[in-house]
């Protein structure tokens, strides 16, 4: 991919028939003010089709993070327009896109962000508490969630007796519990081995397989690139090029694998 294209060039990929899940067009972001602003995004426009895996690349500091944060409704745009099934979080204002965010978006962080004083079941569980799911069917349906991780032996275990790639699942199995529509994921396997990365990569393909689940994950790792429907990438707060990845022909997979 050559970074220093000016016009992007734009695939429309395997999914472009399916509709619009993200659509954003002329983001801007900056951070700051005065002589200390940093313009992280300078007018991105990109979409995400339903059911679509959109990888975002890019060097360091080029705006991915705050680019999916914008998306997921945790950070507020400065301009341009932006809408996430068809909800414009501006609109919905701060409570209406907490709300929207507790029901429709997972968010699967770098650092896994479980914590450490409940067990897997609880952790996972979280997001259903949020959205008033009783405790106790919270709990089953958090179990639920981590036996088609492969952790269903796990479940009253605590996050720190784990590997890395079992607290990435883990991660994951919150991020999915509450049946989100769109999934965000940061970097998902830069702390993991190749083995363990390519098999999460592989469980979150399944789970995005049917289900209409959209997801975009932002990555450095060259190895996964092959799990992309369509690969965005970013350069200095724009989205630069676009191209189609090979990612539906791994939607077959069995998740049951995923050991
Ligand atoms: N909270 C913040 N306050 C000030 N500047 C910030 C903040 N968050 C990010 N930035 C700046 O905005 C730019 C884009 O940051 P961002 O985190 O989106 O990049 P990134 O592409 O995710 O980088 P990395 O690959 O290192 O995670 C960077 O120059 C960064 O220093
Ligand atoms: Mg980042």
Redesign the pocket.
């Known amino acids: 991919m050559d970074t220093l294209t000016a016009t992007p060039t734009i695939e429309p990929g395997a999914k472009a028939d399916r509709p619009v899940a993200v659509y954003c067009k002329g983001i801007t972001k900056t ?2 003010s005065g002589q200390s602003a ?1 313009r ?1 995004l300078r007018g991105v426009d990109v979409d995400v089709r339903t059911g679509e895996l959109m990888m975002l690349v ?10 999916i944060s914008i998306i997921a409704g945790v950070l507020d745009r400065d301009e341009g327009e932006c809408t996430v099934l068809g909800k414009d979080f501006k609109v919905l204002g701060p409570s209406g896109t907490t709300q929207f965010r507790a029901t429709n978006v997972g968010f699967v962080f770098q650092a896994f962000n479980l914590i450490p004083t409940l067990t897997l079941a609880e952790n996972v569980a979280v997001p259903l508490l949020i959205n008033r799911v009783r405790r106790a069917d919270a709990i089953e349906q958090a179990c639920e969630m981590l036996k088609k991780v492969g952790l269903g032996d796990r479940t009253k275990d605590i996050p720190t007796r784990l590997s890395g790639g079992q607290q990435q699942r883990v991660a994951i199995s919150r991020a999915l519990v509450h049946k989100p529509k769109l999934l965000v994921c940061d ?1 998902p396997t830069s702390a993991l081995d190749h083995v363990t990365g390519q098999k999460v990569m592989e469980l979150l393909r399944s789970v995005a397989a049917g289900n209409d689940l959209s997801l975009v994950v ?1 990555t ?1 790792d060259a190895r996964i690139f092959e799990f992309a429907d369509r690969i965005a990438e ?1 350069d200095d707060g724009r989205i630069v090029s676009m191209t189609t990845g090979k990612g539906h022909q791994h939607s077959s997979f069995d998740a049951s694998h995923a050991k």
């Not at 500091?61 to 680019?67: D, E, N, S, W, Y």
């Open positions: 951070y700051g940093v992280a890019g060097p360091s500091g080029c705006g991915k993070t705050t680019l970097e932002v450095h970013m």
